[in-house]
């Protein structure tokens, strides 16, 4: 089957950098996106993977292993505009988005 | 340039009514898509529509969801016999090709509270 998790919520302090981690479980994979979500509002893109590896893009990075079915976003220098939940989710076989239930980050002063 | 689009905002019904949902793509996008999001989860996958075609609606949850895309463009997303468990966001996004790897681009959504 399929099965993507990641953790409930995390706290960090601003300024700092904080690791949100995502594993999955699928027969077939064609990707890995990540969206930001503050709440009451539409999810936005962040970053794509398809490849293992890192992407950096400014404060935001992410990172895949397909083999380990694993992927991060880190975020560094972090803003208290970052508190948002953080989704990740998977393109399986049928190329269709698999969704975690994403991560709720709190950043604190 | 204008993003996807959704109305109404806000949606509050009783049990048992009709209602519908708007989505108005980017410009020139082929592929829409709607999901619905409760509290602390991520989208849930209900139908994708490639140009004006339902490609794939395995994830309409019965036959009281219906959605259409006539002219490829504009899709209404129609519950018939609310119920409450209904209740929830209705996010729509669209991408220029749908080809699955493509970035989804999303609404506000419209939240939807049957009473």
């Known amino acids: 089957g399929q099965n993507i998790d990641q953790p409930t919520e995390m706290t960090a302090t601003e300024g700092a950098i904080v690791q949100i981690n995502c594993t999955y479980q699928t027969s077939g994979f064609n990707g890995l996106f990540w969206y930001q979500q503050h709440a009451g509002e539409a999810p936005t893109f962040l970053s794509y993977?398809?490849l293992d590896g890192l992407e950096e893009k400014g404060r935001f990075s992410s990172f895949l292993s397909r083999s380990k079915g694993y992927s991060y976003l880190l975020l560094k220098e972090l803003q208290m505009k970052d508190s948002a939940s953080y989704l990740c989710?998977?393109?399986?076989?049928?190329?269709?988005?698999?969704w975690g239930a994403g991560t709720k980050l709190i950043i604190k002063p | 340039g204008a993003g996807v689009s959704q109305t109404p905002s806000n949606k509050v019904t009783e049990k048992g009514k009709y209602v519908e949902l708007r989505c108005d793509p980017i410009s020139g996008h082929t592929a829409l898509y709607w999901y619905r999001q409760s509290l602390g989860q991520g989208p849930e996958f209900l139908i994708y529509f490639q140009g004006t075609g339902a490609a794939d609606d395995s994830g309409l949850p019965n036959d009281r969801f219906f959605a259409v895309r006539p002219e490829g463009s504009v899709s209404t997303l129609k519950i018939q016999r609310t119920e409450r468990g209904d209740s929830a966001v209705y996010l729509c996004?669209?991408?220029?090709?749908?080809?699955?790897?493509?970035?989804?681009?999303f609404g506000p959504g419209t939240r939807l509270t049957v009473l």
């Open positions: 993977n398809v």
């Open positions: 989710a998977m393109v399986d076989s049928n190329y269709q988005l698999i």
């Open positions: 996004a669209s991408s220029s090709t749908g080809t699955g790897t493509d970035t989804q681009y």
